[in-house]
């Protein structure tokens, strides 16, 4: 990935297969042989960083989930084993499609920026504004998936007597356009652009620049080794830039129905709902956040710079060991 004319020329067709390929097997696998999985872990984070305090008996806020293991047992014994797993086919269609666009194009774009005929290393600038790009590009089309997935994952436990809001992927699908509108498939589009877009590129570029600067390191080849310390490198660089793009709430308008902004999944208790004027924080009384930097702001004043990096270790076991796999496999299987 980190040197455009040592590989021989593939077309966009086979690169796309490759990295979508890699992208699902990277879900795959880590979630059935590694045990260490993706989609609980996804599950598990997306948990904490949405719940918010509530108060007990005593007039003390306490939190329902409690670190990684603890809101795993807390998912499985509330709702089942299976619970955890919600969202993977939804996670799967995305992988392909959003996985298979933002690899695939990575390359192309940055041949594009430079010039075919350049010659070295190409700048760190490069690779990021060209790993935003095809984030930006692939996340318009895949919109959908990720909306569907979230919303998978987000739904807690229900009252009894109350039936599910979705019943799998499918189902999702076609309840959001029969209800919301076939627009509503793209809910929240411009902050998923923004998350997403940044997130491939610290993925992306920090990869790129991680395993070339590795190969400089007299001793190191281009070997599994490598590729193994420069996916735990992207993985850290996007759950660092990522985690306070999450929690201040850059993807809580996929929660909101495009209908009438109303919560997607209302049995659950979130705090990531920050953006939207419907919700009002604990914390803050009845003074809603405005926008994002007013989010980032009171966020920071009243629960602290931890309070961005909530479920930061689930986050970043799910993220290193994927981004390994799905790197590993992109070296392995493409040309």
């Not at 993977?88 to 392909?96: E, T």
Request: proline fraction near 4%.
């Amino acid at each position: 990935m980190s040197d455009l004319k040592l590989r021989p020329e593939i077309s966009f067709a086979q690169t796309f297969l490759c990295s979508a390929f890699a992208a699902c097997f990277a879900e795959l696998f880590c979630e059935w042989v590694l045990q260490l999985c993706t989609i609980p872990l996804d599950t598990a984070k997306v948990r904490l960083q949405l719940q918010k305090k509530t108060a007990s008996g005593d007039g003390v806020s306490v939190s329902k989930y409690r670190g990684l293991m603890g809101t795993v047992v807390t998912i499985a014994r509330e709702e089942g084993l299976w619970a955890l797993w919600n969202g993977v086919i939804a996670g799967l269609h995305r992988q392909c499609i959003y996985g298979g666009l933002r690899i695939g194009l990575y390359d192309p774009v940055k041949t594009f920026l430079v010039g075919s005929d350049f010659v070295g290393d190409i700048p760190l600038y490069q690779k990021i504004f060209a790993a935003l790009l095809t984030g930006a590009i692939a996340i318009v089309v895949a919109n959908p998936t990720d909306l569907v997935k979230v919303r998978l994952q987000a739904e807690g436990k229900l009252p009894s007597g109350v039936p599910r809001r979705y019943y799998g992927a499918l189902d999702a699908y076609c309840t959001i356009v029969r209800q919301e509108g076939l627009g509503a498939l793209w809910t929240g589009l411009g902050p998923n652009i923004a998350r997403n877009a940044i997130v491939n590129a610290a993925e992306l570029a920090s990869y790129d620049q991680v395993k070339e600067t590795i190969l400089k390191i007299p001793g190191f080849t281009d070997n599994i080794f490598t590729h193994i310390l420069a996916g735990l490198g992207a993985g850290l660089f996007a759950v660092c830039i990522g985690s306070p793009i999450d929690v201040v709430g850059f993807l809580s308008p996929l929660l909101l129905s495009a209908k009438n902004n109303s919560l997607a999944a209302p049995n659950i208790s979130i705090s990531l709902y920050r953006l939207t004027t419907k919700v009002k924080s604990r914390m803050m009384g009845d003074s809603a956040y405005k926008n994002t930097v007013d989010c980032f702001i009171k966020t920071l004043k009243y629960e602290g710079f931890l309070a961005f990096y909530k479920g930061f270790l689930p986050n970043f076991s799910r993220l290193g060991s994927w981004n390994v796999i799905m790197f590993l496999t992109l070296e392995q299987v493409r040309p």
